[in-house]
């Protein structure tokens, strides 16, 4: 059975004058502790797609399953409860907290699901990241490489059932990219973590188990 199960799913943005059709009936399926990547150019349909399968907006028709539930039919509450549970973000400007360390940073999820955190867990996870040095840091005292690293974390340590990643590398420079995009797909061998990237940058795709190409709202 697939972690996520996409099946024709389309998202028209605008009105009766100005259609724009940003997905297409698009159809995939994503196994667990797979790592894709998606790349397409600039207003292909990647953020829409990678928005619906993060609950944060539904698709027009089609449905989505995570899990085996459907999604797109659910209350804003329980897509409330399967964000905080069930998917991991990470974005282009890392979005840590300035006033938090890292660590803290990284267990804020789990704390925010009223649970504490499994410090042995975290620690691997961080070892595993190369940011075991960094814990009581706070993001601007880190380079761009290691926030990101720290966003990794922060996403892996709720053990998601899958982490969506927009763009994860268009802040850094080659080498920290390279270095970013080669732990995502470690993690995901590592810790069976069902991930997906959206990228315009064909070489991050290089690290993926299987990139998927979409163009003018469709999958090629
Ligand atoms: P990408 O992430 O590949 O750059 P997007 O999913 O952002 O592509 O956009 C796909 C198309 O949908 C583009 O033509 C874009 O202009 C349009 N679009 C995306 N979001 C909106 C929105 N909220 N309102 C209107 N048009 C949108
Ligand atoms: P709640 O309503 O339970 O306080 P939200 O639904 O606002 O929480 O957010 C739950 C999680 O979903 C957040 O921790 C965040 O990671 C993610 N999230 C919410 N809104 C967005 C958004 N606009 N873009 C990206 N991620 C979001």
Known sequence: ???????????????????????????????QGEFTAIIGKSGSGKSTLLRILGT?????????????????????????EIRRRKIGFIYQDYSL??????????????????????KHIIK??????????CGDRF?????GGEQQRTAIARALCISPSVILADEPTGNLDAENANEVV????????L?????????????????????????DGMFV
Do not use: W
């Not at 944060?56 to 539930?69: Q, S, T």
């Not at 691997?124 to 040095?133: A, H, R």
């Open 1 to 31: 059975s697939y972690v996520l199960q996409v099946s024709d799913i389309s998202k028209t943005y605008g009105n009766d004058k100005i259609k724009v059709h940003a997905l297409k009936k698009s159809s995939l399926t994503f196994s």
């Open 56 to 80: 944060l907006e539904r698709p027009d028709a089609g449905e989505v399953l995570l899990d085996g539930e459907n999604i797109c039919r659910l209350s804003d509450k329980k897509l409330s």
């Open 97 to 118: 907290f300035p006033e938090y360390t890292a660590y803290e940073n990284i267990v804020m999820p789990i704390h925010l699901d009223g649970r504490t955190e499994n």
């Open 124 to 133: 691997d996870i961080m070892n595993t990241l190369g940011i075991l040095s």
């Open 139 to 143: 993001p601007a005292e880190m380079s």
């Open 182 to 189: 080669m732990l995502m797909s470690k993690a995901a061998r």
């Open 191 to 215: 810790y069976n973590q069902t991930i997906i990237m959206v990228t315009h940058d064909r070489q991050m795709a290089d690290y993926a188990d299987r990139v998927l190409k979409i163009c």
